[in-house]
């Protein structure tokens, strides 16, 4: 599988990925998450970003600014190893522009669906910044990643950045079926020397770079 990345000229994500020191639980170090997370990462089976059924969460009211346009820095650390490859995606105006969980292909085991692997949209646009991260197939230890997106230039005031893990060779999660969710909560203020980009929700009439 092949990291795919959305990039264009109005919008996009620029990715520098690099393992550094990953086990499917994992721990967003970078940004803080909205939730709590233990010394696993949980609760975090439940879409889009975290908590399952039973335990919704604790909150952190945690609020990460960011300036449009800049990268901004993404950590995680895998407490739990399983193969698979991590997702990025930003929702604007509210959560529910986030994409649904990888699509999944299964196999049978003992009379249930385990999986084999998750999709990967080999042209990632708008809400998705990047797709097929990280992607892993070797336990180690205690394995962390990180990598650094290109915030797109627009101004938002409360938006979410969401990270999933698509776990491979992994029966159903209830909550999850075979992803993990963690979100940040960002307010990006847009660069007024750039151009806003557009191809983003609600930022058609926002103020961006004059034209001369």
Known sequence: MKLRLFAALSAGAFVLAAPIVGQAHFILETPTSVVVENQLGDPQKLGPCGGTTKDPG?????????????????????????????????????RKELPVDPEDTTKDVNGKPWSVSGKVDPNPKPPVLVDGLWEHHERKPAEEFQTYVHIPNINCDHCSLQIIQFMENHPVNPDGRFTYHHCADLKI???????????????TKAKGKKKS
């Open 189 to 203: 203020t847009a660069n007024p020397r750039l151009p806003i980009d557009a191809g983003w929700p609600g930022q």
């Open 58 to 94: 604790t909150l952190t009211n945690a609020v990460t600014a960011v300036a449009g346009g800049e990268l901004l820095k993404v950590k995680v650390k895998e407490t739990i190893y399983h193969p698979g490859h991590f997702r990025i995606a930003l929702a604007v105006k509210d």
